[in-house]
Nanobody, 123 residues
Framework: QVPLVESGGGLVQAGGSLRLSCAAS????????MGWFRQAPGKEREFVAV????????YYADSVKGRFTISRDNAKNTVALQMNSLKPEDTAVYYC????????????????WGQGTQVTVSS
């Protein structure tokens, strides 16, 4: 498994921005699809965004489309999620995950997960 570590979470007011980062160590994940997911208290883990291994395909949940941007830097073994125009309903623990096949939006398709980073958006 590839250890994945998320960072960049925090408390922000509605309308603000945060940039999450996910770093992998011990192994390159340049040939893995990378996804961001989130889980709010009492809710199921849900898809946020995914990027293909080469960065050519990106998909977003409808709830974040136009506000969030996923990117990756394979040379640095990192993937980022830029979150703009944040809303209170974006409050959740955000996870990055790796899948050693094609892109999907289903959490159970991903084999490697980080520990998560808390994002809290105040109104």
């Amino acid at each position: 498994q590839v250890p994945l570590v998320e960072s960049g979470g925090g408390l922000v007011q509605a309308g603000g921005s945060l940039r999450l980062s996910c770093a992998a160590s011990g192994r390159t994940f340049s040939n893995a699809a990378m996804g961001w997911f989130r889980q709010a208290p009492g809710k199921e883990r849900e898809f946020v965004a995914v990027i293909s291994w080469g960065g050519g395909m990106k998909y977003y949940a409808d709830s974040v489309k136009g506000r969030f941007t996923i990117s990756r830097d394979n040379a640095k073994n990192t993937v980022a999620l830029q979150m703009n125009s944040l809303k209170p309903e974006d409050t959740a623990v955000y996870y990055c995950a790796a899948r050693w096949q094609g892109v999907t939006t289903t959490p159970s398709d991903y084999t490697d997960w980080g520990q998560g980073t808390q994002v809290t958006v105040s109104s």
